[in-house]
């Protein structure tokens, strides 16, 4: 890695929009956010990101009533260099993109594949819905651009973020395995580790019986992270066990008297705090960001196969893998497993000392040798 050799290095970050309770925005802000500690310039190419929510630069405005138009406004704003240190017409040395665009230096595939999430969404829903997604010109977009990175070698380089996206974007798209690099996401685990004085402060806000289990689900996107299982699983596990919901969504989708919905929490490391387990049964999930706060925060993890952060745990030590999501009986053995406050305790430790190898540290250190120095061939 090498700030000293291009200490004005620009990169430039892409993403389309902004959400409050966005994985991959609050994932880009620490990102940008080290990059910037390191001496490095950031620049933020964006159609919906409020400028105070960027600290580390300018924001470019972008066009993006559609993710064609906003992936024909990066094309014109910004033409990829050829040599690290020689700006684009834009100012960019390096382009980084979190959203699928026509092409980039270096595409972080935080979003997963979408042939890939619709191939398994397929599996758990009706012909009339799988009609009706496959007429949406939203997903025909998302594949159109997909295709134009994987299979046409938009991206000079792709970082996957667990080993089943690696995987996929070969076998969907046949591009080379050589060329994409893994790095596993991180957080600030010091921000979520666990507070006694908050969680019984918390707690006791919440309306949380000494003996009650709270199970936290978080993140939005309610449907693809398998909330219904959730639910159902909850149900059917008993009257001690309660369910809080951290996010935005559709709740009249998901009416139970054994839920609690938290709407977007923004102080979701005390939160962790005052849960016991956290479950999470994702139809798909590159690499969830909760779990992996959830993680350092020394909660057992109960989720499935089809998320990334499934590769970075071991069944029954630091939470529970589940194959598929719509085994409700599989759920809810689990949460009756760690239902066990004695297993709780020692997960704790155990998990707490794991979150520490995926600090947002060294996520940003593996990320910049990627960057720079950047290769800059095209074949």
């Given at each position: ?203 006791e806000r919440l309306g949380l019986k000494h003996d009650e289990i709270a199970v936290l689900f978080a993140g939005t996107g309610w449907e693809r992270k398998g909330l ?110 760690w239902s066990d406050g004695s297993r709780r305790e020692e997960a704790r430790i155990t998990n707490s000392g794991l979150a520490s190898k995926f600090d947002i540290s ?18």
């Amino acid at each position: 890695m090498s700030r000293l050799r291009h200490p004005n290095l620009t990169i430039g970050f892409v993403r389309r929009a902004f959400s409050f309770s966005g994985g991959a925005e609050t994932y880009l802000e620490r990102l940008a956010s080290g990059v910037v500690e390191r001496g490095y310039q950031a620049r933020l190419y964006s159609a919906r990101w409020p400028a105070t929510q960027w600290r580390f630069g300018s924001v470019i405005a972008v066009e993006g009533k559609s993710a064609i138009a906003f992936a024909n406004g990066i094309r014109k704003l910004v033409e990829p260099s050829t040599d690290v240190g020689k700006p684009s017409s834009s100012g960019c040395d390096i382009l980084m993109s979190l959203e699928r665009i026509w092409r980039c230096d270096v595409y972080r595939a935080g979003d997963g594949v979408h042939r890939a999430w619709l191939e398994r969404r397929a599996a758990v829903e009706g012909r009339l819905q799988r009609l009706t997604r496959f007429l949406n010109p939203k997903h025909s977009a998302a594949l159109t651009l997909e295709k134009s990175l994987f299979a046409e070698g938009g991206a000079g380089r792709v970082i996957a973020n667990s080993q089943m996206v690696q995987e996929e974007i070969t076998r969907f798209y046949g591009y080379p395995q050589d060329r994409i690099e893994l790095i596993y996401n991180g957080v600030p685990i010091d921000r979520f580790r666990l507070n006694l004085e908050t969680r019984q402060t918390l707690r006791e806000r919440l309306g949380l019986k000494h003996d009650e289990i709270a199970v936290l689900f978080a993140g939005t996107g309610w449907e693809r992270k398998g909330l219904r299982f959730a639910i159902k699983a909850i149900e059917a596990s008993g009257k001690k066990m309660r369910l809080l919901v951290a996010g935005r969504g559709d709740k009249r989708k998901y009416r139970s008297s054994s839920v609690q919905f938290l709407d977007v929490v923004h102080n979701m490391p005390a939160l962790y705090s005052a849960v016991d387990i956290f479950l999470l049964p994702t139809i798909y999930d590159p690499f969830s960001n909760a779990c992996l706060e959830a993680l350092a925060a020394g909660l057992p993890v109960l989720t499935t196969r089809a998320n990334g952060f499934s590769e970075i745990i071991d069944h029954r030590t630091h939470g529970s893998v589940i194959d598929d999501p719509q085994d409700i009986s599989a759920l809810q053995a689990e949460l009756r497993y760690w239902s066990d406050g004695s297993r709780r305790e020692e997960a704790r430790i155990t998990n707490s000392g794991l979150a520490s190898k995926f600090d947002i540290s060294v996520n940003v250190a593996r990320t910049l040798e990627i960057l720079v120095p950047l290769p800059r061939s095209r074949e």
